[in-house]
């Protein structure tokens, strides 16, 4: 473990989203005292939360794991992202404070199973996986969302000074026809419109890799390249 300037440097381990990579990620030193304006900074630098810490990527020989961001006054849907909103007209979704509910977990355990049955994350204890989403110092949200009477995904969410950022989101396997993640994008989309806030972090785009490049397809999309954040809609 390296130190600088108040962060950890881990050491190098395979990547998790392309083969053939190794992987290294600077942390927050445990000591700094995190909270959310803290959180709102570093965000800001391509930092992202992962349960009670702060980091990012840091490889050497790598810039893949690109942060990304919309600008909320920038953003225009278009017409798939219109028709998805058309055809999931009639989901209630319900904000709920940040604490253990079974269906969630049991909700989370189907869609790891369905969707990333290799991952960590597949098999998770109750403690594991609360304690990936939740963390001791920021302003977290879970959000229900229910088709009828039964609840079909729930998304993970930071709320900062001045955007949101979206941590996770998983939904029923079954409604897959429904596009509830791109669904789940929009939505926060539409709730800070209404707060007036002015982005909504979506954490790494990856070009390379399917699960992650899907980012590009709310344009105009927002990059963090060079230390600065530009304005990418040809992607």
Known sequence: MEIINNFFLTSKQ?????????????????????NNKIYSQLITQGFRRSGHDIYKPYCQACIACVPSRINISNFKANRTQKRCLKKNIDIKAIIKPPIFNTSHYELFLNYQLHRHSEGDMAHASPAHYLDFFNSEWCNTIFVEFFIDTQLAAVA????????????YSFFDPKFSERSLGVYIVLWQIEQLQHRQLTFL??????KECKKMN????????????????????ML
């Open 14 to 34: 395979p990547c998790s989203y392309l083969d053939h990579r190794d992987a290294q990620f600077l942390y927050a030193y445990p000591s700094k005292q995190l």
């Open 156 to 167: 993970i969410i930071d709320q900062l000074d001045n955007a949101w950022s979206a941590v």
């Open 214 to 233: 899907y980012k590009s397809n709310f344009k105009p999309i927002e990059l963090l390249i060079n230390e600065n954040w530009s304005e990418c809609s």
């Open 201 to 206: 972090y979506l954490g790494f785009w990856i």
